[in-house]
């Protein structure tokens, strides 16, 4: 079975950091380049933080920048996204998504990008 599935959320405390993977199941995860998003309760998705193939090729929101490091393991098969100095806004279900072709890495972190696989989320809760 085709999947991708994250893990590393939980609740911290504002000012905490977590690390959020991304595991690919079934395929390889090198030729994709790796999208993380967010959604919030009552809001739309968020295009947070991309990667390229390669990983020479990054994007972050500015809502996250600074803050947030996007990597990725090919060897693993894993993507990971760094989260410190957490704050209450960043409370929200994460996913990763992967995608071969694109035309811009700013592209692909669009929210509304055609990804070809999405794993089901992990919930990050910032609250004290």
């Known amino acids: 079975q085709l999947q991708l599935v994250e893990s590393g959320g939980g609740l911290v405390q504002p000012g905490g950091s977590l690390r959020l993977s991304c595991a690919a199941s079934?395929?390889?995860?090198?030729?994709?380049?790796i999208g993380w998003f967010r959604q919030a309760p009552g809001k739309e998705r968020e295009g947070i933080s991309c990667?390229?193939?390669?990983?020479?090729?990054?994007h972050y929101a500015d809502s996250v920048k600074g803050r947030f490091t996007i990597s990725r393991d090919n060897t693993g098969n894993t993507a990971y996204l760094r989260m410190k100095n957490l704050k209450s806004e960043d409370t929200a279900n994460y996913y990763c998504?992967?995608?071969?072709?694109?035309?811009?890495?700013?592209?692909?972190?669009?929210?509304?990008?055609?990804?070809?696989?999405w794993g089901k989320g992990t919930l990050v809760n910032v609250s004290s």
């Open positions: 990667i390229s193939s390669s990983g020479s090729l990054l």
């Open positions: 998504a992967a995608v071969r072709i694109y035309s811009s890495i700013q592209a692909m972190c669009h929210p509304d990008f055609g990804m070809e696989f």
């Open positions: 079934g395929f390889r995860l090198e030729p994709y380049a």
